[in-house]
Structures are given as structure tokens and as C-alpha cells.
């Protein structure tokens, strides 16, 4: 899930991760979801010159997510993706919708994800991550600007 995040999102990326699955799985894909917000909040630097908004849509096959971004400093994420299975692999499907929020909570964005159609939840909840991407995309584009995106100048 998370090398579909980074090749449609146009990132490089590569985590290593030493957790404590014998216990569960919930530390090590929260602590991999909160770096990977911290890594990206501080590749961002400074909000100036970017769209700051971003939406995408992803299908994979019968399934059909959206993800909308807002890079806004107020941290915010909610994540409905329906998913029935109790794991993907060796991955609780639990854990996704809180690896969306603990990326969003670390990275300081507002987060949207949905999943709007699809039965299987391997393929739905890997058209959210690539739905992510694409919307993480759209947002970090340039706009020419020296600008902060905000009407208060300040993000």
C-alpha cells in the first residue's frame, strides 16, 4: 500500500520498520504512518508556492475511492473505506483507516479518504492509498506563486 502511495505520488520512498508484531500490528503500521507524516511535513518545508488543495479518485478494478487534501496546518482525517475482511495479509484492516489519520495527524493536513464502490478489500483499500497519492500530487504542484495559499497569509 504504501509503495502505491509513493509511485503515484510522485515520492521516494523507503521505510524500515522494527515493531512489535508479535504483540499486534497497530504499533508498527502507526509508527511507519506517523514518519511518513513527519517526512513529508518536513520535505514540504515551508506552505509557499503550492496549490494546497488537492482531490484524486483511483480505481483497482470493481473498486473506486476518493481522497480530497487539504495542507493546512489543522490536522483532521476521516477515513470510510467499508472494509469487512478482518486482515489484508498480515495487515489488520482496522489499521488502514489508522494510517491514514496517524499520517494525517503527523504531516498536519486535513484528510479525507472514501472508498465509493468495490467488494473486494484488498482492491478497495489499495485505490485509497493511490487515490491519496494522486490528491498529495495535485497539491504539492507549483503554482508560480511565492505565496502561502491562505487568505490569512499564514498556514
Known amino acids: ?17 522494527d515493531g512489535d508484531l508479535w504483540i499486534d500490528d497497530h504499533h508498527t503500521a502507526e509508527d511507519c504512518a506517523l514518519a511518513l507524516g513527519e517526512a513529508f511535513k518536513a520535505a514540504l518545508g515551508p506552505v509557499k508556492g503550492i496549490k494546497r488543495y488537492g482531490t484524486g479518485h483511483a480505481p483497482l478494478d470493481e473498486a473506486l475511492s476518493r481522497a480530497v487534501i487539504d495542507i493546512s496546518s489543522r490536522p483532521f482525517c476521516v477515513a470510510e473505506l467499508g472494509l469487512k475482511r478482518e486482515k489484508i495479509g498480515d495487515l489488520s484492516c482496522e489499521m488502514i483507516p489508522h494510517v491514514f489519520h496517524s499520517f494525517a495527524m503527523a504531516a498536519g493536513v486535513t484528510l479525507h479518504v472514501d472508498c465509493l464502490r468495490g467488494d473486494n478489500d484488498h482492491h478497495r483499500s489499495e485505490s485509497a ?8 500530487k495535485e497539491a504539492v504542484s507549483r503554482t508560480g506563486l511565492d505565496d502561502v495559499p491562505s487568505t490569512k497569509g499564514v498556514l
Request: aromatic share 4%.
Open 129 to 136: 492509498f493511490k487515490a491519496l497519492a494522486l490528491a498529495i
Open 1 to 17: 500500500m504504501l509503495h502505491a502511495l509513493a509511485k503515484h505520488g510522485g515520492m521516494s520512498l523507503s521505510i524500515v520498520c
